[in-house]
């Protein structure tokens, strides 16, 4: 794969990723929810942290607002060094597979950033309306937007039984988490790093002409040997 193609499938990612944010942004609720299927639903929700909607002022004595600021800043610098390291591989002429998986990886995180960097100055609040793009009145700043999710997989949602100890009579749902287009590009390409580690990571392009113009050349010096 050539920086052409994986440019192509960057923009693609990030097109699919930011229409259907915006999309369900001016169009729900926050909290509202379309059922799709019995096991898939459209629920809108606005993430202000990491992964899981875990925040650093859960774990950290600092507010709110500084450790958005803080998380949205290390995810410049973790998209910059994601952005080298895809530069890296297309230039050595790595496997397609690595380079796909780390355009993929890319495409994620900075359709995440977007989220972070601008919807905070380019949307109202969604609390009780529907917010309006580039609207008088933003929820927040630069720096402070929250990531909008909205794809909800609750394969099961059941109860466990009573006679299981500690969780009896408690609901149990499985897959709970709500996620967007761009955590899903960047869990696929994660998924393909670990599932074709060896391909992914083998002898670049490169290094394989070079091992066969070797073979060759020792293949010559046999035959005259002979």
């Known amino acids: 794969m050539n920086l052409k193609k994986s440019l192509l499938l960057i923009i693609a990612i990030l097109v ?35 992964a899981w909607g875990a925040k650093l002022s859960d774990v950290l004595p600092i507010s709110e607002s500084s450790g958005k600021l803080f998380l949205t ?5 973790a998209i910059v060094g ?32 977007i989220d972070s960097i601008f919807y905070g100055i380019i949307f109202d609040d969604s609390n009780n309306n529907v917010a309006t793009l580039f609207s008088d009145e933003p929820y927040g700043g630069i720096f402070y937007g929250k990531v ?19 969780f009896g009579g408690r609901n149990f749902r499985f897959f709970e988490p709500v996620f967007n287009i761009a955590d899903t590009s960047i869990s696929t390409g994660v998924g393909i790093l670990l599932v074709f580690n060896k391909q992914a990571f083998g002898h670049t392009k490169d290094e394989e002409k070079g091992v066969d113009i070797k073979l060759e050349g020792h293949t010559e010096e046999s035959s005259e040997n002979l």
Do not use: C
């Open 82 to 113: 994601i952005g080298y390291w895809l530069y890296d591989v297309i230039q050595k002429k790595a496997s397609n597979i690595l380079i796909m998986a780390v355009s993929l990886i890319f495409a994620g995180a900075l359709g995440n950033i």
């Open 73 to 77: 800043i290390f995810r410049l610098f």
């Open 148 to 166: 909008v999710d909205m794809l909800y997989f609750p394969l099961v949602d059941t109860t466990w039984p009573e006679w299981v100890p500690h």
């Open 16 to 50: 699919i990723d930011q229409i259907s944010k915006i999309y369900i942004k001016t169009n729900f609720v926050l909290g509202e929810s379309v059922d799709v299927f019995d096991w898939f639903k459209i629920l809108f929700i606005e993430n202000e942290g990491a």
